[in-house]
Every structure is written in C-alpha cells, then in structure tokens.
C-alpha cells in the first residue's frame, strides 16, 4: 500500500475487470487469439487493451484500419468474451468489500456493455450496483472520463467528492482526469500513479462517517 492511510468521499465510482472481477483469463485468451489473427505481438497488445472498450484498442493497434471495421469486430469480441465465463473469479476481498458498501452511495463505471458487465459480476458471486455506466452509455472510452463523470452525476455529487477504484492505466487516467483521487488495485495499477495503491482489496476497509464514506488503508 502507498500514499494516504485514509480518504473521505461522498461516493465511490468502481471500475469492473481488474478492480472487483479477476477476468484476465478470458482477457488473455480472446484477444491473444485476435493478436494472432492479424500477426501482431501478444505481449504488446495485452499492454493496450486492459481498462479501455474493444474498439479503442484496436483503434491503437491498427490505426490504418477504419473505426467501422472496429465497432463491427469488437461486437464480435464482446460476444466471445460474454459467452466465456471460465477462470472469472472476484478479485480478493471483494464480495466483502462490496457488502461494506450497502447503503453507501456507489456505482460501477466499466467499459463493458450491459451484457458483459452482468455476466462476469454473476460468475465472481458479487451483487451488481443499483447505479452502472456502461459501454452503452458513453460516446468515449476510458481514459476519456466521461464515465466517471457521468457515474457521480447519476449519484448527484461533484467529481472532487467521490473516489475512483481502478486497475488499469486508461482507467487511472481518466480518473485524474475526471478530477478524482483514484485507488489503483492490482499489479497493473501501481506504476500509474494513484493516490493510493493497494494490492487487492483485502486492504480497504468500508465505513460510514457523518454523511461521508471513509476508506481505511492497511
């Protein structure tokens, strides 16, 4: 754990895969079975696509290629990821991380769609928020940061009140970006400078304090 041992929020915006979801089996196979498919290194791909929708990624990787093209196979690859539940598992801590958060203003900001987000939240055993930004509801992938924006919207605070929990780069940038302190999870999350970093979240404790949420770090 790094940075402050404490931090206070009106609400907290959580990102899915890498965050509350252990899916990086599935990650890995779909898309190093795309890598192969157009001969590029696996290795480098995997390095792009955590935290950002489908088609950003391969906006990246194949910048030649037209953004039509991307949104047609990325629905495509949200189809495969959706039927392929196997190795999805929750990140530690997190079925009681989530109970903590009962009653407590939050939201699930991901950059998976309806189908996919419900699915691999069911698969690791973790109730899906009442309040969720997906892929659906935004016109820009993280590390854009309109879905965050839009998730303390939905719950009725400013940015500067709510605090981010995220894996991934694209994810922690655009929680900066959004005005937010951001929690990174995760081996990903520590080389992108968040406010704080944990290395699951078995280090976070929940609680209510006079109309804030207060994080505890250990």
Known sequence: ???ANVLTARALLLDMDG???????????????????????????MRVVHGRQGYASMALLLPERSMEENYAENREMLAQETADMDGVVPVPGAPEFMASLAGLPHALVTSADVGLS???????????????VTAENVGASKP?????LKGAAELGFDPADCVVFEDSGAGIAAGHAAGMRVVGVGPRAGEYEPTVWVDDLTQVRV????????????
Request: some cysteine; overall charge negative; proline content about 3%.
């Open 144 to 148: 854009d940061p309109e879905g965050f």
């Open 1 to 3: 754990m790094t940075a």
């Open 207 to 218: 609680s209510a304090d006079a109309g804030f949420v207060r994080l505890t770090f250990n």
């Open 118 to 132: 419900t699915g691999r939240m069911a698969a690791a055993g973790l109730s899906l928020p009442e309040i969720r």
């Open 19 to 45: 965050t509350l979801v252990n899916s990086d089996a599935v990650v890995e196979r779909c898309w190093r079975q795309w890598s192969a498919k157009y001969g590029l290194d696996a290795d480098e791909v």
